[in-house]
């Protein structure tokens, strides 16, 4: 069947996209965590500067046609050009989809990286509040943080084992909740000083509208906000 001019308009843009634009790299290791909706993945880049990143990056990659999907590296090695996601899966989207599909030693495409305009306060006190959505956003602005005394992170995280995972695999320990109304209880007890703490709201719009409204009821000011939906 002979394709229409609107798709066959489309093939010659996607074809462009692929051979001007698009860079490539490798994967080096997948893992899914057990009893969870995470995968990290490992990756070389060998196209993206590294070097050059001053603010928390994202990365623009190509998971299926005209889809593009921003994941940011939780961390990364300039000299050796590689970099781990982590990406939650739960939900079949092109995104999780693609990151279910990869295997170890597969090409992945990339359109471009950016900065998320984030970066940690240079004296203040870090408070990092995201889920699981926004896991990687939160570990690049502890690697990010330092020294790092000065980052503490409180998570709504999807489980009790994504929980007891987080715990077993990074030398420290976030605040761990397993729903809403806990995470804000937690941060109305923590008595942050005003003047001196800066908060970094990460993940689902719900969840960051409302914790923007609790930290200005108590006089906060130095909010940082960075959403990840739709």
Same mark, same amino acid.
């Given at each position: 069947?002979?394709?229409?001019?609107? #798709?066959?308009?489309?093939?010659?843009?996607?074809?462009?996209?692929?051979? #001007?634009?698009?860079?490539?790299?490798?994967?080096?290791?997948?893992?899914?965590?057990?009893?969870?909706?995470?995968?990290?993945?490992?990756?070389?880049?060998?196209?993206?500067?590294?070097?050059?990143?001053?603010?928390?990056?994202?990365?623009?990659?190509?998971?299926?046609?005209?889809?593009? #999907?921003?994941?940011?590296?939780?961390?990364?090695?300039?000299?050796?050009?590689?970099?781990?996601? +982590?990406?939650?899966?739960?939900?079949?989207?092109?995104?999780?989809?693609?990151?279910?599909?990869?295997?170890?030693?597969?090409?992945?495409?990339?359109?471009?990286?950016?900065?998320?305009?984030?970066?940690?306060?240079?004296?203040?006190?870090?408070?990092?509040?995201?889920?699981?959505?926004?896991?990687?956003?939160?570990?690049? +602005?502890?690697?990010?943080?330092?020294?790092?005394?000065?980052?503490?992170?409180?998570?709504?995280?999807?489980?009790?084992?994504?929980?007891?995972?987080?715990?077993?695999?990074?030398?420290?320990?976030?605040?761990?909740?397993?729903?809403?109304?806990?995470?804000?209880?937690?941060?109305?007890?923590?008595?942050?000083?005003?003047?001196?703490?800066?908060?970094?709201?990460?993940?689902?719009?719900?969840?960051?509208?409302?914790? #923007?409204?609790?930290?200005?009821?108590?006089?906060?000011?130095?909010?940082?906000?960075?959403?990840?939906?739709?």
């Amino acid at each position: 069947m002979e394709l229409s001019i609107a #798709r066959q308009f489309k093939n010659k843009v996607q074809n462009v996209i692929n051979h #001007r634009l698009l860079k490539q790299g490798k994967v080096l290791d997948i893992r899914y965590w057990p009893n969870s909706p995470l995968i990290e993945i490992d990756l070389h880049l060998p196209g993206a500067a590294m070097h050059q990143w001053s603010e928390v990056p994202a990365i623009k990659f190509n998971v299926g046609e005209w889809y593009f #999907r921003d994941y940011t590296p939780f961390g990364w090695d300039a000299e050796t050009s590689t970099c781990s996601l +982590l990406i939650d899966a739960a939900h079949n989207g092109p995104g999780s989809c693609w990151a279910k599909s990869l295997t170890i030693g597969q090409t992945v495409q990339y359109l471009k990286t950016e900065s998320t305009h984030q970066t940690p306060h240079g004296t203040h006190l870090v408070v990092a509040l995201g889920d699981n959505t926004s896991l990687a956003h939160l570990l690049a +602005l502890r690697q990010m943080t330092l020294p790092a005394i000065r980052f503490t992170c409180a998570v709504l995280t999807d489980s009790a084992a994504t929980g007891q995972l987080l715990k077993s695999y990074f030398p420290w320990s976030p605040a761990l909740h397993l729903n809403e109304d806990a995470l804000v209880n937690w941060l109305l007890t923590e008595q942050y000083c005003t003047d001196h703490t800066s908060f970094y709201l990460t993940g689902n719009k719900a969840l960051v509208v409302r914790l #923007r409204k609790v930290l200005k009821s108590l006089g906060h000011f130095n909010i940082k906000i960075k959403g990840f939906w739709g």
